[in-house]
């Protein structure tokens, strides 16, 4: 089986409004995390090769509970797809509960293998972001890193922001592996599906 066929067809088990009604803390799972923006649905869909397996809109802020996947035939390999942070055309009120929502799944899941951070290739790096990758260094869980939109920049500006970003994450001093990505035409894809394998030790 290639690291193609372990993603596709991808099923869409459940979507939760907290990490208490989840399945059984069993297995391993790797959580997707991202600006409202970022376009992580649409990362998602690409990875499974499903256009419609997470819910994509025009208007950010669609994913606001935990929306649970499993790999095909393989109920304790999941993907967990968190809500959007950041978007300021909701209230304030509702933006620290998808926060919670976030926190509490973070802190409590023993199944979680990896964390995947999504940012816009153009705007990475806002407070929000860098409080996932500080939790990821205190916590020692390993992250993946991916910049998404990269069709957005010529080839030569994607190299730069790219190694920018690298720098930047360096300066943490932690274990990570970051990539430029575009969900539309697919460029790293490959790369993603072989981290992400090593992720849930597939």
């Known amino acids: 089986m290639t690291a193609k066929d372990t993603f596709t ?29 970022s376009g992580k649905s649409s990362v998602i869909n690409a990875l499974t090769n499903n256009k419609k397996l997470a819910k994509t809109s025009k208007t950010p802020g669609r994913t606001q509970s935990i929306n649970l996947f499993c790999l095909k035939n393989n109920e304790n390999k999941r993907l967990i797809d968190l809500p959007g942070y950041g978007y300021a055309k ?7 509960e998808w926060g919670l929502i976030i926190d509490e799944y973070l802190n409590s899941r023993k199944s ?5 951070v999504i940012m816009d290739i153009r705007h990475p790096f806002k407070d929000s972001d860098k409080i996932l990758i500080n939790w990821s260094k205190k916590t ?5 890193v991916i910049l ?21 994450i360096k300066e943490i001093s932690i ?21 992400l394998e090593r992720l849930l030790l597939l």
């Not at 059984?24 to 959580?31: F, M, P, S, T, W």
């Not at 274990?175 to 697919?186: G, P, Q, R, T, V």
């Open 112 to 116: 979680l293998k990896g964390l995947v």
């Open 9 to 37: 067809n991808a099923m869409f088990i459940g979507s939760f409004p907290s990490h208490k009604g989840l399945p059984e803390d069993l297995g391993d799972e790797i959580a997707f995390c991202g600006r409202s923006n």
């Open 140 to 144: 020692k869980t390993p992250l993946l």
């Open 175 to 195: 274990d990570f592996e970051i990539m430029a990505f575009s969900s539309k035409d697919l460029n790293g894809l490959n790369e993603l599906h072989k981290s």
């Open 90 to 96: 909701v209230s304030k009120s509702t933006r620290t």
């Open 148 to 168: 998404n939109k990269a069709d957005k920049l010529s080839k030569n500006q994607s190299r730069i922001e790219l190694e920018k970003s690298k720098k930047l």
